[in-house]
């Protein structure tokens, strides 16, 4: 399974960013997808996730109402729309992969970061002041 995220770069507090993660190697199980973030210095944090077919997503509070996720399955890419960003935001990127193996998913278990077990190579932001 690789996953492998791109879109990063340096943009002024207030931009936008596109983050694009693509994955290869998934079986044909679903999988639900979120995005990772760690700046230097901190602990790794979970910016969101989006369930397989999309009806459930997950946003931690520091992102809400800013930052928004999608996934085309036809692509195996998942993206992650950032605006109005702030310095705070500066980390690495990466995305995980969690498979499926139920109908129905909370949004407690959604958004358990261990249930990621792939991860990719991350891209990084960086939001100048």
């Known amino acids: 399974v690789q996953l492998q995220a791109s879109g990063g770069g340096l943009v002024q507090t207030g931009g936008s960013l596109r983050l694009s993660c693509v994955a290869s190697g998934l079986t044909a199980l679903s999988h639900d997808m979120a995005w990772f973030r760690q700046a230097p210095g901190k602990e790794q944090e979970l910016v969101g996730a989006?369930?397989?077919?999309?009806?459930?997503?997950y946003y931690a509070d520091s992102v809400k109402g800013r930052f928004t996720i999608s996934r085309d399955k036809a692509k195996a890419t998942v993206y992650l729309q950032m605006n109005s960003l702030k310095p705070e935001d500066t980390a690495e990127y990466y995305c995980g992969a969690a498979p499926r193996r139920t109908v129905y998913i909370t949004i407690s278990e959604l958004s358990r970061p261990s249930r990621y077990i792939y991860r990719g190579q991350g891209t990084l932001v960086t939001v100048s002041s």
């Open positions: 989006c369930s397989w077919s999309g009806d459930n997503m």
